[in-house]
């Protein structure tokens, strides 16, 4: 994750200074799009999810559990947006949309019996706000933060088969904080905006096996999802 957070902060990062060399000092693009009071939008991006254990003992032993391994891959995002402008500088974002992503962790990689893949799809709705800096020619640079809520359509929540049986459960409904920064590129026809966010997860998501000594649950004190979400906007 710290590679691809660096790659992605390194490109937008060059954002700016590239809209401000070669965006055409001269042309202001849609002077009066900040003005409305309501806008829409859509976007798509990628994302890449990984798990934060906090363990009961910190140095299991087999008969509750190992530290766990995680091998991250990259999702997809899309969605809508609705933005409410407060001030100049100030804007409340609704972004309901769609994750997909899959986490593949073991507790040891010579013990191929541990291996868990798992496939999640999640309905994201985060409440941001947006603090933006004064418009510079066609690119305004901002940082946003806030709270939100997702539905895991695919957390076995209710299954009453558990790792005993190859089946990893989460729980369904999950809150989080979010934040980071972006900017707003004032293009002919449209704003696009890239962005990078954080994405961290409040409550504990695992759901505990039937076994209070699991290999899997066991020891795991809490489990807690975390993210980095890197979208492209459209309005």
Do not use: C
């Not at 804007?91 to 191929?112: C, H, M, Y």
């Not at 409040?202 to 899997?216: A, C, G, H, M, T």
């Not at 489990?223 to 459209?234: G, W």
Request: aromatic content about 16%; overall charge neutral; glycine content about 6%.
């Amino acid at each position: 994750m710290k590679k691809f957070l660096i790659a992605a902060i390194v490109l937008l990062a060059a954002l700016p200074a590239r809209a401000q060399l070669f965006g055409g000092e001269d042309v202001i693009n849609n002077p009066n799009f900040d003005m409305q009071r309501f806008s829409w939008g859509y976007f798509l991006g990628f994302n890449t999810y990984d798990f934060d254990f906090d363990y009961k003992n910190y140095k299991a032993s087999p008969a509750t559990g190992k530290d766990f391994s995680i091998d991250r891959t990259i999702g997809f995002n899309v969605g809508l947006i609705g933005n409410m402008r407060l001030t100049d500088h100030l804007d409340l974002r609704l972004e309901p949309g769609v994750s997909f992503n899959r986490i593949n962790f073991q507790a040891t990689k010579a013990d191929s019996q541990t291996f868990r893949e798992i496939n999640s799809t999640f309905v994201h709705i985060p409440l941001l706000l947006k603090f933006s800096t004064t418009r510079i020619n066609n690119f305004k640079p901002f940082v946003v933060g806030g709270v939100s809520t997702s539905l895991n359509l695919s957390s076995n929540e209710n299954n009453p088969e558990d790792n005993s049986d190859g089946q990893f459960r989460m729980t369904t409904n999950n809150f989080y904080y979010e934040i980071g920064f972006g900017v707003d590129l004032y293009l002919y026809y449209f704003k696009f905006t890239p962005s990078i966010r954080g994405v961290f997860a409040i409550n504990d998501e695992l759901v505990r096996d039937n076994d209070p000594n699991s290999f899997y649950t066991g020891n795991i004190e809490k489990m807690s999802s975390r993210a980095v979400f890197i979208n492209f906007t459209f309005q």
